[in-house]
């Protein structure tokens, strides 16, 4: 029988934070980290996947998915601020121990967890997300360098087309091998959220705040060689957002990684799931 999935809230410093779990809770745990503009629900079709080996915790962020999404003036988007309620999470659900599987935005969420707790973290799998400015396409650093030196209306503007309905859409298609095999569920759930009254502004927070990630990076990186975690890559190799030289700088500071390319793109799961659940048991089952 395929594992169950089941979706919970826990209540967070006062905000409601969803999550999926699936599996028996005396294996070992794996934490599904989400990247922009999704949700957990990116990994609907991995869960069942590996529930039969793994207990699996994916959260939304705060202003994601289905965990609250307090206006901009409510709530402060920083990553520092995301990482915080997930540990909130982790602790309710007394995790004392997990696999980090992290996407995109996932990274850097997953870093902060990592660092501040590495006796925790059993594990990486790392899937499209940046620690290293060689992974940094050229697209997003036309956009984002302008928002990161100074934030304001030149530079708001193109951070805003990260928030479009094309581009959201093309986030999923590029690189895909076949991009009718690529579900519009995914586009057409993750723009409905995005596009809630006034909440363009929380994404740019976060936009600008994604520079306190490349701040970290070499911290992140001394963090990778003292501890050295046990590392699947797993990389869409036709990203243009987090091209492939990224996956390959992990390599200079957990060369013990085994690093998997994919023919994908930035989202890799519609067409990879069950090699990407093959490779993971593979790695840490």
Aim: charged residues 20%; without cysteine.
């Amino acid at each position: 029988m395929t594992p169950r999935t089941t979706y919970h809230f826990a209540s967070v410093n006062g905000r409601q934070i969803f999550y999926r779990r699936a599996g028996n809770p005396a294996t070992p745990t794996i934490l599904l980290l989400h990247g922009f503009p999704t949700s957990s629900f990116m990994f609907r079709d991995l869960i069942p996947l590996l529930a039969d080996r793994f207990h699996v915790i994916a959260p939304d962020y705060i202003g994601f998915g289905q965990s609250d999404a307090p206006s901009s003036g409510e709530f402060d988007y920083t990553f520092d601020n995301l990482s915080e309620h997930v540990t909130g999470l982790i602790e309710q659900l007394g995790l004392s121990s997990y696999i980090l599987y992290m996407q995109d935005f996932g990274g850097p969420v997953g870093f902060r967890l990592f660092t501040a707790a590495p006796e925790k973290v059993a594990g990486f799998v790392i899937q499209n997300t940046n620690a290293y400015m060689e992974g940094v396409g050229e697209l997003p650093a036309q956009i984002f360098l302008p928002l990161w030196d100074k934030r304001d209306a030149a530079s708001e503007t193109g951070a805003r087309a990260f928030l479009a309905p094309d581009t959201t859409k093309f986030q999923y298609q590029v690189g895909a091998k076949n991009v009718d095999a690529i579900s519009p569920d995914n586009w057409t759930h993750d723009q409905a959220l995005l596009d809630r009254p006034g909440h363009d502004a929380a994404h740019l927070d976060l936009l600008e705040d994604y520079k306190t990630n490349v701040a970290a990076y070499e911290s992140w990186h001394e963090a990778f060689r003292r501890h050295r975690p046990k590392t699947l890559i797993v990389w869409g190799k036709n990203d243009p957002f987090f091209i492939p030289a990224g996956a390959e700088a992990f390599l200079a500071d957990l060369p013990q990684a085994r690093l998997v390319w994919l023919d994908a793109g930035h989202f890799v799961l519609d067409e990879n799931a069950p090699q990407v659940a093959v490779e993971i048991k593979a790695s840490f089952a």
